[in-house]
């Protein structure tokens, strides 16, 4: 009777899920190479750059003046950018057409016709892409402390882990947004795109606050502004209310969906 | 008498092992349907008959719980849909109208998968997998509609539920198949299965249901035995004769036809052979209701 204790649902969407898994895993195992291997001989180039003030110019960006050295290029290069936003586009995109793909597809009638409840395929489908997260931040983390100790530079892998910790509950916090949009909308693509477009628009939010002091009151609303990596990386300082942020979102986003899930018709 | 009314309750309970009482759903305003009472008994195909549109699926879903019912009740095995869905899931299966299987899966992958979530045996599995031969190892994309049809089919029936609810079963289904699943519907009712068997198409509501609802915008408008419906329907006469027709002074519902007299009389034929004895008679049918006659008779003027 105990059917969720033996999260079926969840293990069939980590099935669905692994291909796409592995294939972003390596994506970001590559670049964490590329980007890691490439800082020795770039760091001159940097130095020189931004005694010019070119840094200046990639002041939407947090700690932008920290460029040349090998935790500002890793933070600004790989986790800024690549890691904080088209990760958690990507992330978003497959979390927003989880329980979407199944009403858009139909498949939600037989899935439903087993003795599972609403609440159940959506706290499954949410177990179900953690994962995901994990398995990417556990490959990312251990090619950035591979090519680290390859290249012999400083990093403080201590700082690294914590980081990584601190990226899980974010990219959770992410996929809970995408799970409430996916059980708002009933289009695939349309539900893809409006989790895009917010992640966008968090990002775009953040870096007007940083560019302007007036507006820096703005940066809450940013989902960005509560994980500065560099001071993760840097300093070991975590942003604990920024965690906080994140579990909120989490308790917040799943609580929603489940509730609104729950008195969902589901047309055919 | 007290003790009497509660046996009675109890033998209705444990007989009705679905019943409505008002059942309506409402899209926002539009009416999908409207104060549906009815019951379906332990061991009896009950067919659900309606055009397009009727409110069949609506019905079947609202039952089920994907939709939320704007009012009324409704239990399965004395357990209101409202409180007990996913128990009353655990005794029931389901074949969508429209069956969407995932197609990343193969057949076997996809039947383990939902045996999995079902957690019960399996088993009618393999004399399902007898009756409908299909090739799980390959992924269901690659499967034709008659195949998906026969996969929907095998995962209603494989842990042998108490009630299987059915909207166009047969859709895609060649008419050998068609005849092996009817004769799979009546060893399972043999067991005291319960079926319910949503359709448009009259011809097999006929061969294989025990009694019938008719729904007509989103209303019943029938629940009757076949037998009772067919027998209340009365009989079809349809004479011809060498007078003019238009002479013969029939029922109210007598209609011209080709030069043939036809009318529909309740009871008693007697006193219209006897009318008819006045004319010369060249030819003379007298049939009882078919089903599609039936049906016809609700929807006239509908369409």
């Known amino acids: 009777m105990n059917n969720i204790f033996r999260f079926r649902i969840a293990i069939q969407t980590v099935k669905e899920h692994y291909r796409i898994t592995v294939i972003i895993a390596l994506l970001f195992v590559l670049m964490t190479s590329m980007y890691s291997g490439m800082f020795p001989q770039f760091e001159e180039a940097l130095i020189e750059m931004m005694s010019s003030g070119f840094g200046d110019s990639f002041n939407f960006l947090p700690h932008a003046d920290q460029m040349a050295t090998y935790v500002g290029f890793l933070t600004l290069e790989l986790y800024q950018i690549f890691w904080l936003l088209i990760l958690a586009i990507m992330i978003g995109f497959i979390a927003a057409s989880s329980i979407t793909k199944e009403i858009e597809a139909k498949t939600i009638d037989l899935l439903m016709s087993n003795p599972v409840s609403r609440k159940q395929i959506v706290f499954e489908k949410f177990i179900g892409l953690i994962p995901m997260v994990l398995l990417i931040n556990f490959c990312t983390m251990l090619t950035v402390i591979g090519i680290t100790m390859v290249i012999n530079q400083n990093l403080d892998f201590g700082n690294l882990f914590m980081l990584h910790m601190v990226s899980i509950s974010y990219f959770l916090a992410i996929i809970c947004i995408g799970i409430l949009i996916s059980v708002l909308i009933d289009e695939k693509m349309k539900a893809s795109i409006i989790m895009i477009a917010i992640i966008f628009a968090m990002f775009f939010i953040n870096s007007v606050s940083l560019m302007n002091p007036h507006l820096e009151y703005l940066g809450s609303f940013s989902i960005f502004h509560y994980f500065d990596t560099f001071n993760v990386l840097k300093l070991g300082d975590v942003n604990v209310a920024g965690v906080f942020v994140f579990i909120a979102l989490i308790t917040v986003c799943l609580t929603l969906s489940l509730i609104y899930f729950e008195h969902k018709d589901i047309i055919s | ?303």
């Open chain 2, 1 to 303: 008498m007290f003790i009497n009314h509660f046996y009675i309750n109890l033998f209705d309970a444990l007989m009705n092992v679905i019943e409505t009482k008002n059942l309506t759903k409402y899209y926002g305003k539009i009416k999908g349907v409207e104060n549906l009472s009815f019951s379906v008994k332990k061991g009896e195909i009950f067919g659900f008959l309606g055009p397009n549109g009727a409110g069949k699926t609506t019905t079947i879903r609202t039952l089920l719980g994907y939709l939320n019912k704007t009012s009324g009740e409704a239990y399965i095995f004395g357990k209101n849909i409202d409180e007990d869905i996913v128990e009353i899931k655990s005794e029931v299966g389901y074949i969508p109208g429209e069956l969407n299987i995932y197609g990343h899966l193969t057949g076997k992958q996809f039947l383990d998968y939902f045996s999995s979530l079902r957690h019960r045996e399996m088993i009618l599995i393999d004399d399902l997998l007898k009756i409908f031969n299909l090739p799980l190892d390959r992924k269901v994309k690659g499967y034709s509609k008659g195949m998906k049809q026969m996969l929907g089919i095998i995962q209603a029936f494989m842990d042998d539920p108490d009630i299987v609810i059915m909207d166009e079963p047969t859709s895609g289904l060649d008419p050998l198949l068609q005849q092996k699943f009817y004769e799979f519907l009546r060893k399972q009712k043999g067991k005291g299965k319960t079926m319910f068997f949503s359709s448009h198409v009259l011809s097999e509501i006929d061969k294989i249901c025990d009694r019938i609802g008719i729904i007509r915008n989103g209303e019943l408008v029938a629940l009757e035995d076949i037998e009772t419906l067919k027998d209340k329907m009365g009989k079809k006469i349809r004479v011809k004769i060498k007078e003019k027709p238009e002479k013969f002074k029939g029922p109210k519902n007598m209609k011209i036809k080709d030069g043939w007299i036809e009318f529909v009389t309740d009871t008693d034929i007697d006193c219209w052979i006897k009318l008819l004895s006045k004319y010369t008679i060249l030819d003379l049918d007298i049939n009882e209701f078919s089903l599609e006659d039936i049906f016809i008779h609700y929807y006239e003027g509908q369409t």
